[in-house]
């Protein structure tokens, strides 16, 4: 047995940490770099190859200048009057004017006949080497196979850091830092979905926990098509070339002008089983898609299965907020959250600026990433210089509630030892982590719960969920700092499906992503962002938008989104 004492305990200090290894924890971390302050990265994997992004490759949303306004028009109308058009175009601009960047620091990005560089997508493996090595080149210290587990907070209620574990080292690590940016990724309730077993909600806890507040919550429920025979890789595109067929061979339609109707999969597969053949592509279409999305079609060729001419069953994998919306609520033009000194970027961030309710997934979250990531180093840097010198000798506390209190190991409290929430009874009994994991796997998959929202089933999960996070204010198994890592991991995920269900029960209205079956229309009354937040006691809040709705591509010159709170 593993005891994790204070001795073995490692200790740094930086300007600004950044908690994340995807796209934009290291955008972020660069960009605070470059401000002349020090920075460290602390990633659950290996950064470069753990996350979404690593797993294949992506478009990015940057257009030339000259289809900007075409795409911005087209980005608010997905929005449904929720997204914001300033925010829409900060993204656009500050992403086209990023990607030459990355080619200077050594991605080669195709080229036209004329030699000019396309840069409309990234092949993700070597995206994220190149980001690796610019950070190392800048002086970035990474620490890789680290997750945080918690902030601290200093008296005054700024953030002072975060503590967590490493896993190769067996200890756990403290890092005293001015600032903290939060780029850890969204929640996809370890679905296997490709790339985001490590998208486990960790930073929507976290900033919860030390007083930040959620938004859009309601908008993660998204699915994404996948083979069933091999459940992981969720690469929808080669599918809008696909005929679908039921068990008997019947054709079931599922376009709609042409295009793939979204609805359409949800609804036939809870009447039963979906086959897919790819039979709709065209010789030109099919040399893109398979250069483009060749890791679409390894299981295929593991299986020794032509798309093209045979069936193939299709399912559905939930991929929650990693390409939802909801994340925790930003506040300023440079991403700072309700807590000062706490950025948050990328998916770990709501999206609800740029998509309103609907799903970001692909390029426009390529394109959130890269600029909300530098937006959020420089805000962090920022601030890290406005405490001075001896910001790193400020008192702090840890700010964890949930899933990290252990009993005496040795006589000696765990480091990681939690503060229980003030409502909750401690008893001696030791949790299952993966039974609780289990249990919230099953209000959260299912399409019939999370795809089709009622009241009545919302209540139902609800009550599930309640007493789910009940048994994680119990004692965890913490033999190892993998068992502090999954006891705390079953708490965030917990913690992630209470808010989005409850944010979804209290949005009572179908508009893009969050379907309500006993409120089928969208309510153009309910034009608002509903923040979430509280651990023991939910709540939520309307944001309402009082800008007038904007008619593309006018441009709005506010320097934030005007709300106010109900």
């Known amino acids: 047995m593993l005891a994790v004492h204070s001795e073995n305990e490692l200790q740094l200090t930086a300007d600004v940490l950044v908690i994340g290894g995807g796209p934009a924890a290291a955008w972020a971390a660069w960009a605070a770099a470059s401000q002349g302050v020090k920075v460290i990265i602390v990633d659950k994997g290996f950064l470069g190859t753990s996350g979404a992004a690593a797993a294949s490759g992506n478009g990015i949303m940057a257009p030339s200048p000259e289809n900007w306004d075409k795409v911005l028009s087209e980005r608010y109308r997905v929005g449904k009057n929720l997204a914001n058009l300033r925010w829409i175009e900060r993204v656009i601009e500050k992403t086209w004017l990023s990607l030459p960047l990355v080619e200077s620091w050594g991605y080669r990005f195709p080229k036209t006949e004329d030699g000019e560089s396309v840069r409309q997508s990234y092949y993700g493996p070597e995206y994220m080497r190149v980001l690796r090595k610019n950070l190392l080149r800048v002086g970035v210290q990474i620490f890789d196979q680290s997750p945080a587990l918690e902030l601290l907070l200093a008296d005054d209620g700024s953030v002072a850091g975060a503590r967590g574990v490493q896993r190769q080292d067996h200890r756990t690590y403290t890092v005293r830092a ?17 790339g985001c077993n490590t998208n486990t909600g960790d930073g929507l806890l976290m900033a919860v926990e030390a007083g930040g507040e959620l938004s859009s919550m309601e908008a993660s429920n998204h699915y994404a098509i996948s083979t ?26 599922g376009y709609t002008n042409g295009r793939r109707d979204p609805s359409f999969l949800p609804n036939a597969l809870l009447k039963g089983s979906v086959y897919a053949r790819l039979d709709r592509a065209t010789p030109e279409v099919k040399a893109v898609i398979e250069k483009s999305h060749f890791i679409a079609f390894l299981p295929y060729t593991k299986a020794g299965i032509d798309p093209y001419t045979e069936r193939v069953p299709v399912t559905l994998v939930l991929e929650g907020t990693v390409r939802g919306t909801g994340g925790i609520r930003i506040v300023s033009d440079n991403c700072a959250t309700k807590v000062p000194g706490l950025y948050a970027a990328g998916d770990a961030a709501s999206r609800e600026f740029l998509a309103g309710l609907a799903s970001g997934g692909g390029g426009p979250n390529a394109a959130w990433a890269i600029s909300t990531g530098q937006w ?11 405490l001075g010198a001896h910001a790193n000798e400020r008192v702090a506390r840890p700010a964890g509630k949930v899933g990290l209190r252990s009993p005496t190991v040795g006589g000696t409290p ?11 009874s ?14 919230v796997q099953a209000q959260m ?7 089709l929202r ?34 705390r991991r079953a708490a965030a995920l917990t913690a992630v499906a209470r808010w989005a269900y409850f944010s979804a029960l209290h949005r009572k209205e179908t508009r893009s992503e969050h379907i309500r079956i006993d409120y089928p229309e969208t309510d153009p009354n309910q034009r608002y962002y509903q923040a979430t937040g509280g651990l023991d006691k939910l709540w939520v809040r309307r944001d309402w938008i009082t800008d007038a709705i904007a008619t593309p591509p006018v441009i709005t010159t506010q320097t934030t989104p005007t709300v106010s709170k109900l």
């Open 454 to 487: 009622s009241e009545q089933g919302l209540l139902d999960s609800l009550a599930k969920l309640e007493t789910l996070w009940q048994q994680v204010q119990g004692n965890p198994k913490q033999d190892t700092v993998r068992d502090v890592e999954f006891s």
């Open 376 to 386: 959020a180093g420089v805000g962090a840097a920022d601030f890290a210089k406005s």
């Open 426 to 439: 401690p008893t001696s009994e030791t949790f299952n982590s993966e039974a609780i994991v289990r249990g």
């Open 228 to 253: 069933a025979f091999n459940a992981t890789v969720t690469r929808g595109v080669p599918f809008g070339w696909a005929s679908y067929t039921d068990e008997a061979g019947n054709d079931l339609g």
């Open 445 to 451: 998959f299912p399409l019939e719960k999370n795809y």
């Open 178 to 194: 001015g600032a903290v940016v939060l780029a850890n990724g969204g929640c996809a309730f370890l679905s296997k979905a490709l």
């Open 414 to 424: 765990s480091p990681l030892a939690g503060r229980s929430s003030s409502s909750s």
